[in-house]
Structures are given as structure tokens and as C-alpha cells.
């Protein structure tokens, strides 16, 4: 818990009874007073609430990050024996896949560069 919050928290409460004792003696100035740090301390609470979410949602990016980063072998294993086991089982599939990567590829490397358009020279 983050101390903007119990300090919002702290706040909104005593606006709240400075708020009743002004509505209670009648005296507005009391009352609107109570309201305006009851309001305050409500703000500093949801400022707190905002920094505490955002710091949860950073620790679980990072155990994220941890987690992927430990278990990197056996995904990269695991994909390794997928991608084998599909080209044992469609061997002719695979290598026309294979092929037209390599088509594509050849395509994209020894495309002519374009050319500027030509400039239009006016003198007058």
C-alpha cells in the first residue's frame, strides 16, 4: 500500500467529519471547507491507487520477462521438434514451402532500385 493513499485516505475521512460539523453548527464555510479536503484526500487516494497499479503491472512484466527468459531452451526445443515432425510428415509440402521462401527471397534482393523521375529543367 503506498503512503498516498493513507494519507488520501486520512484525509478524505477528516473532510468528511469537518464536513458533518459544519453541516451539524451550520456554518458553511466549515462545511464547504470539510468537502474541499474531503475532495483532496479522495484525489490522493486515487493517485495512490494509480501508483500501486502501475508498479503491480511493472513486477508482472518483469516475472513475465524471468519466466520467458528461463524456460527459452524448451520453447525453442519444443518448436524445433514440431517444425521436424511436420516436414517428416508432409516432406513434399514442406519443400515447395521451402522454395517459394527462397523465390521470394531471391525476388526481393535483385529487384532493380528505383529510379528518381526525371527533373524538368525550364530556363527562360
Not at 503506498?2 to 466549515?30: N, P
Not at 475532495?39 to 494509480?50: F, H, L, W
Request: aromatic residues 8%.
Amino acid at each position: 500500500m503506498d503512503k498516498d493513499r493513507i494519507f488520501g485516505s486520512a484525509k478524505e475521512f477528516a473532510g468528511k467529519a469537518e464536513g458533518a460539523v459544519g453541516d451539524v453548527t451550520g456554518d458553511a464555510e466549515t462545511e464547504a471547507s470539510g468537502r474541499v479536503r474531503e475532495a483532496a484526500g479522495r484525489v490522493q487516494d486515487i493517485y495512490g491507487q494509480a501508483k500501486d497499479a502501475a508498479r503491480d503491472a511493472a513486477d508482472s512484466a518483469v516475472n513475465y520477462a524471468k519466466d520467458a527468459y528461463d524456460n527459452r531452451g524448451e520453447t525453442v526445443r519444443s518448436g524445433q521438434k514440431a517444425v521436424a515432425n511436420a516436414v517428416q510428415d508432409n516432406p513434399l509440402g514442406s519443400l515447395l514451402i521451402a522454395g517459394g521462401i527462397g523465390f521470394a527471397l531471391a525476388l526481393l534482393m535483385t529487384r532493380q532500385p528505383r529510379r528518381p523521375p526525371p527533373r524538368w529543367r525550364y530556363y527562360g
